[in-house]
């Protein structure tokens, strides 16, 4: 049987502290957030395994939250660093990701629409980087933070401004590579997510289409977002990947 060209990384070993507990493991229509965003991946043909990046003391947390007996692909377990690029990089230097390409998506993004994942993947096997991401709508400021008040200092342009979302995709040679060459230079301090390890390491990264839809988790309140999203996607699916396309 021929290998599925993707392996997909989840980093899960975050603290919560913003959300004010384990957002992973809460309630988003009847499963766990982690158990949502595992559902994305673990019954796609074109992913060959699924690897949750995380502390060693919620393994059996997260596998009793996921079930992953209920899905084709295997679901593995590797421990998490410090830091998001470390947690990354133990899990993407690990066996458990032997295929040509990698996905690396956040844990608590549980509800990205189908469509973003195979415009990522189609991207990425296309030009070996994929980023999903949609235009920055918001008028943005820099302020002066020194100061005992705050001080607009300028409006920012946004026409080219970009928010990054996830899966990032690449192949998986070249991002190791790309870690391998920031880790000897030093330069991981520098690292917010995994598109900026191509970045320094002069890899260009390829833009793929995001969606609005596509919302990460951070604090208690996204809850109420997540679920009002579930839910319309649920009791009109069409019209939602309608809505996507023309977001195209």
Not at 4 to 16: N, T
Request: net charge neutral; glycine share 4%.
């Amino acid at each position: 049987m021929k290998k599925s060209p993707f392996s997909v990384i989840l980093p899960a070993a975050g603290s919560g502290n913003r959300f004010g507990g384990d957002k992973l493991l809460a309630d988003l229509c009847g499963r766990t957030v982690l158990a949502r965003t595992v559902e994305l991946f673990a019954s796609r043909p074109d992913v060959e395994a699924l690897v949750i990046a995380t502390n060693p003391d919620r393994f059996s947390a997260y596998r009793t939250a996921v079930s992953p007996e209920r899905f084709r692909v295997p679901i593995h377990f590797t421990s998490g660093g410090v830091e998001r690029w470390d947690t990354v990089y133990n899990a993407l230097s690990s066996p458990m990701v032997s295929t040509d390409f990698v996905a690396i998506h956040d844990a608590a993004r549980p509800l990205t629409p189908h469509a973003v994942i195979d415009a990522a993947f189609s991207a990425a096997l296309t030009h070996g980087t994929a980023l999903p991401a949609v235009p920055e709508p918001a008028t943005l400021k820099t302020v002066d933070t020194h100061g005992a008040d705050r001080r607009v200092l300028r409006t920012v342009d946004r026409r080219r401004l970009y928010q990054a979302q996830t899966p990032q995709c690449f192949r998986t040679q070249l991002l190791r590579d790309a870690f391998a060459m920031l880790i000897a230079r030093g330069q991981t301090a520098e690292i917010t997510d995994d598109a900026q390890v191509a970045e320094l390491a002069e890899i260009s990264v390829v833009v793929a289409a995001g969606s609005n839809l596509n919302v990460k988790i951070t604090h208690s309140e996204d809850m109420l977002l997540a679920r009002a999203i579930y839910n319309m996607q649920h009791a009109d699916a069409p019209a939602m990947e309608d809505q996507l396309h023309e977001q195209k």
